[in-house]
T-cell receptor, first 113, second 112 residues
Framework: ETGVTQSPTHLIKTRGQQVTLRCSSQ?????VSWYQQALGQGPQFIFQ???????GRGNFPPRFSGLQFPNYSSELNVNALELDDSALYLC????????????FGPGTRLTVT | QKEVEQDPGPLSVPEGAIVSLNCTYS??????FMWYRQYSRKGPELLMY??SSGNKEDGRFTAQVDKSSKYISLFIRDSQPSDSATYLC????????????WGAGTKLIIKP
């Protein structure tokens, strides 16, 4: 069974630039959630995708957007990067169901300078 | 007030001790509760998942949920240096679009 993978591992961008982060879900999982984790904090929910549709969104501005593909992999896009966007971005996959367990990838560490 | 409160620690205990980690929450709609372990600069790893109240045991780990007190606990028996990590609680409720609400994490240090 293949676990959740994310790419790239690390990324350095300049304020105002755009970034795309990628996630491949665990085999058999059709739901992907994205989280932002600042240093010393718990993850903050950005949004979730199910069957290529956004299925819930946290308190993040529209410059955070995403996609899910037919193979259930997903992308997180962030436009007009700000310094505060520097964080660990985590992708979690799960099966459908209101009580499904979420399994996380290793994350992408984004640094905005 | 945050929806989920968790003492950030660090909590330092000797090897072999029983460790108790806790979270309190304010939203009575939460019905499922998880504990994750996170090593430095890695993604969280699911340790325990509990639905509604009660206890659940898995090896050296025991999770307890007391919904009447809005209080959850994770116990680690026979703690090992490899258990040194940050432990995060997460929880969610029906109709929340599966969004998990997280504690800030407790840093645990097991001293050999």
């Amino acid at each position: 069974e293949t676990g959740v993978t994310q790419s790239p591992t690390h990324l350095i961008k300049t304020r105002g630039q755009q970034v795309t982060l990628r996630c491949s879900s665990q085999s058999g999982h059709n739901t992907v959630s994205w989280y932002q984790q600042a240093l010393g904090q718990g993850p903050q929910f950005i949004f979730q995708y199910y069957r290529e549709e956004e299925n819930g969104r946290g308190n993040f501005p529209p410059r955070f957007s995403g996609l899910q593909f037919p193979n259930y992999s997903s992308e997180l896009n962030v436009n007009a990067l700000e310094l505060d966007d520097s964080a660990l971005y985590l992708c979690a996959s799960s099966t459908t169901g209101s009580r499904s367990e979420q399994y996380f990838g290793p994350g992408t560490r984004l640094t905005v300078t | 007030q945050k929806e989920v409160e968790q003492d950030p620690g660090p909590l330092s205990v000797p090897e072999g001790a029983i460790v108790s980690l806790n979270c309190t929450y304010s939203n009575s709609a939460f019905q499922y509760f998880m504990w994750y372990r996170q090593y430095s600069r890695k993604g969280p790893e699911l340790l325990m998942y509990t639905y509604s109240s009660g206890n659940k045991e898995d090896g050296r780990f025991t999770a307890q949920v007391d919904k009447s007190s809005k209080y959850i606990s994770l116990f680690i028996r026979d703690s090992q240096p490899s258990d040194s990590a940050t432990y995060l609680c997460a929880m969610g409720g029906e109709g929340s679009n599966y969004q998990l609400i997280w504690g800030a994490g407790t840093k645990l240090i097991i001293k050999p």
